[in-house]
């Protein structure tokens, strides 16, 4: 019930962490600048950039505050974190920093191993580091992570750097594309969702047994007419609430109707661009693989 005051309207803007509630099994962070579902991570629990109030009814000087639409933009980063990281960091450590931070250390593996049974039974803790390097490094990684996570569909970073340069967000991975759709057939048809997409599968020894498991073969039927190979096996280890982006996609966008209402959910309508939905593919690819590459570069210890 606080989301009013983390997104009062569309012209003040904000970033959200979100995690997944106490309870939940798995654990992993995601971020938003949009109001988010209440199951994107499972009851998640969000925490904002900025929160905002009235100026009309705050009860504190709002005269050199930023208002925005008629409401009073303040750090949700308190006065005694920020003054403890100034005083461990450097005195031009900003709020941002320290949001960040947040960011990036929650998806450190290492993090996540040691405190995973914590994970499942409480609200996450963060220690801070102890060196200014450590707290920069994570702080950046976080930056760009968040950049990399709100942006993945267009490619255009909006969040940038420490000293505002904006980040070379990856480019849509390269796929190759097997289209046996008749030419006369337009793009609303060649690229149309009906069924669910289907991410092929080949079986494999297990190795010192006589059983065979099924292991991933790079492709994904799209739909009766496409199909997508070359996609590489790391872009499923990047998880954000059970699945990878890519699974995600797979799971959510096909078109449903649900029985007991009636209601048809066909995301084919969501955009007018036809090949929206085929365009996610490989740009869902680029975002587990940068994001493995970040993960990767976080400070151990």
């Known amino acids: ?72 933009q303040r750090s949700g980063i308190s006065d005694a974190m920020l003054a403890e990281c100034r005083e461990r960091f450097g005195d031009e450590v900003a709020a941002e920093d320290v949001f960040f931070y947040v960011y990036g250390a929650l998806h450190s593996p290492e993090y996540r191993a040691e405190y995973e049974n914590e994970l499942k039974k409480e609200l996450a803790r963060l220690d801070l580091p102890k060196s200014r390097a450590d707290f920069l490094s994570v702080s950046a990684i976080g930056r760009e992570l968040a950049d990399l996570h709100v942006n993945y569909e267009t490619g255009v970073s909006t969040i940038p750097t420490r000293s505002g340069r ?89 078109r449903k109707q649900d029985k007991p209402s009636g209601i048809v959910d066909d995301p084919n309508l969501w955009s007018d661009d036809p090949k929206y939905i085929f365009n996610l593919v490989p740009r869902l690819v680029s975002v587990a693989l940068r994001t493995n590459e970040l993960v990767g570069l976080l400070p151990q210890g």
């Not at 609303?188 to 991410?199: E, F, G, P, Q, S």
Request: include cysteine.
């Open 1 to 72: 019930y606080q989301i009013p005051k983390q997104f009062p309207t569309p012209n003040t803007p904000n970033l959200a962490i979100c995690i997944p509630s106490v309870g939940t099994k798995g654990f992993s962070a995601f971020i938003t600048n949009e109001i988010p579902d209440l199951e994107i991570q499972r009851a998640s629990q969000c925490f904002p950039l900025y929160y905002y109030e009235s100026a009309a009814d705050s009860i504190l000087d709002a005269s050199s505050e930023k208002v925005i639409d008629g409401y009073v």
């Open 166 to 254: 904006p980040h070379k967000l990856p480019e849509p991975y390269e796929l190759t594309v097997y289209d046996n759709t008749p030419e006369d057939v337009d793009d609303a048809t060649r690229y149309r969702v009906d069924a669910k997409m289907k991410l092929g599968t080949r079986k494999e020894k297990v190795e010192g047994t006589d059983r065979e498991t099924k292991v991933f073969d790079g492709t994904l039927k799209y739909n009766d007419h496409i199909l997508v190979t070359g996609i590489p096996t790391d872009a499923f280890r990047y998880v954000v609430n059970g699945r990878s982006p890519l699974e995600w996609l797979v799971e959510r966008y096909y």
